[in-house]
């Protein structure tokens, strides 16, 4: 398989759950993130991972906690959300060397919170 | 101010015209640009990088940078309805660590 992998397409869940998604990159690069996309509204940066240590966390709440265990695979650990944490979630990678960091994205997460 | 800025749109061309979309961004800092495609329900796809002053052109497509005005544009000849999509700006700036900048949009709907 090629490319940036998400896993799963569609989540349902309640506010007191416990769920996690995960991403995996087959491009061999250096650099993962976590991108909130709600309906009308810019793509927002919320975690940045690069080499594996985080190096941006842009005031998510604490209920959204990532875990990069290698440079290939990147989760996002959910809990006690909210409603308004309904949105589709992407991951992306790039290599970060120079100007050649484009971002390549993953086919996203559509996450309802009831 | 939006670091990114463009026209929601919709964004509305006959099929076989050119449409043009606009970009404009904030941080005279910012070196590379990006123009992706999304489709409903989708991802965005790249579809053009720029990073020189100037015109690039792929295809149909032709991405156009001009720093000093900190303006970037897409123009997409001969559309097809299978263009039909939302088109993302981006902009990355090294005083930001590279992060990239994304605008929010512009619709595009190609009428057959």
């Known amino acids: 398989e090629t490319g940036v992998t998400q896993t799963p397409r569609h989540l349902v869940m309640g506010m007191t759950n416990k769920k996690s998604l995960k991403c995996e990159q087959h491009?061999?690069?250096?650099?993962m993130y976590w991108y909130k996309q709600s309906a009308k509204k810019p793509l927002e940066l919320m975690f940045v991972?690069?080499?594996?240590?985080?190096?941006e966390n842009n005031s998510v709440p604490s209920r959204f906690s990532p875990e990069c265990p290698n440079s290939s695979h990147l989760f996002l650990h959910l809990h006690t959300l909210q409603p308004e944490d309904s949105a589709l979630y992407l991951c992306?990678?790039?290599?970060?060397?120079?100007?050649?960091?484009?971002?390549?994205f993953g086919p996203g997460t559509r996450l309802t919170v009831l | 101010q939006k670091e990114v800025e463009q026209n929601s749109g919709p964004l509305s061309v006959p099929e076989g015209a050119i449409a043009s979309l606009n970009c404009t961004y904030s941080?005279?800092?910012?070196?590379?640009f990006f123009w992706y495609r999304q489709y409903s329900g989708k991802s965005p796809e790249l579809i053009m990088s720029?990073?020189?002053?100037g015109d690039k052109e792929d295809g149909r497509f032709t991405a156009q940078l001009n720093k000093a005005s900190q303006y970037v544009s897409l123009l997409i000849r001969d559309s097809q309805p299978s263009d039909s999509a939302t088109y993302l700006c981006?902009?990355?700036?090294?005083?930001?660590?590279?992060?990239?900048?994304f605008g929010q949009g512009t619709e595009l709907s190609v009428k057959p």
């Open positions: 992306a990678s790039s290599q970060t060397s120079g100007r050649t960091d484009t971002q390549y």
């Open positions: 491009l061999g690069h250096n650099a």
């Open positions: 991972y690069s080499l594996e240590e985080r190096v």
């Open positions: 941080d005279r800092g910012s070196q590379s």
């Open positions: 720029i990073y020189s002053n």
């Open positions: 981006a902009a990355t700036s090294y005083n930001q660590g590279g992060k990239l900048i």
